[in-house]
């Protein structure tokens, strides 16, 4: 969250400000949106387990943000709808290019879009890209190049890439977990596995700031 507020504190966010957060999770970044800047958020996501602690978090904070189910590759909202689009951690996961085509869409003229998204500083061999492809369910495994040319090739114009100073692993310590009452056992060793590859990739699988104009 230190990293989200860093990000938006550069842009011009007010209460007119009409913001989709796509792959919104439990809904953190939109639930601190509404509150801090009193913006219309809406949240997207196709998980529902998470569409329902989003919805939840709204409920308890009493926050109008709209959390809608769906998916970023065919998303059912209507078009220039957004004067900012955030996604945080979502990209790696889906097909980027059908994603970013929606996002495209989805802004209004003169609209910003802001990716914090997992980015590779080199080529992994093969075998290795491949199990952590199939580990995560990854469809776009990108280096920094290779995202700044999609956004380019999607239309979008003034587009900056910042690289923060703290790494993956680092900035994981302080992510916040809402844990459901049961969870499966093998999901616990799935979450173990999930910080060995952090330890082990630190430095190759990395993540970068992307930002952008829809002109
Ligand atoms: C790593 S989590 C990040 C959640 C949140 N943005 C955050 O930073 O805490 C990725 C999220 O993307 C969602 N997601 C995956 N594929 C999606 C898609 N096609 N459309 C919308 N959301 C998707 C997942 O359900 C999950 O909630």
Not at 120 to 149: C, T, V
Not at 161 to 178: A, C, D, G, M
């Amino acid at each position: 969250m230190n990293l989200t507020r860093e990000i938006l504190a550069t842009e011009e966010i007010n209460n007119t400000s009409h913001i989709l957060d796509v792959g919104c999770g439990t809904g953190q970044t939109a639930a601190f949106l509404a509150t801090h800047y009193k913006a219309n958020v809406t949240g997207l996501d196709i998980n529902p387990i998470m569409v329902e602690k989003a919805q939840y978090r709204m409920e308890q904070d009493q926050l109008g943000v709209e959390i809608i189910q769906g998916s970023i590759e065919k998303c059912p909202i209507e078009n220039e709808k957004f004067d900012l689009i955030i996604s945080e951690s979502v990209l790696a996961f889906v097909n980027a290019t059908s994603a970013m085509d929606e996002i495209f869409r989805l802004l209004k003229k003169g609209g910003r879009f802001i990716a914090n998204e997992l980015t590779i500083n080199h080529e992994l061999d093969a075998p290795d890209k491949e199990e952590i492809k199939k580990f995560y369910g990854f469809d776009s495994f990108l280096a920094e190049e290779e995202w700044l040319s999609l956004l380019e090739k999607t239309g979008f114009k003034n587009i900056y890439v910042h690289k923060p100073q703290y790494s993956l692993q680092e900035n994981n310590t302080i992510t916040e977990f809402r844990y459901s009452d049961s969870i499966e056992p093998k999901l616990f060793m799935v979450m173990m596995q999930h910080f060995i590859n952090m330890y082990e990739y630190d430095g190759t699988i990395d993540y970068r700031i992307y930002s952008c104009t829809k002109e």
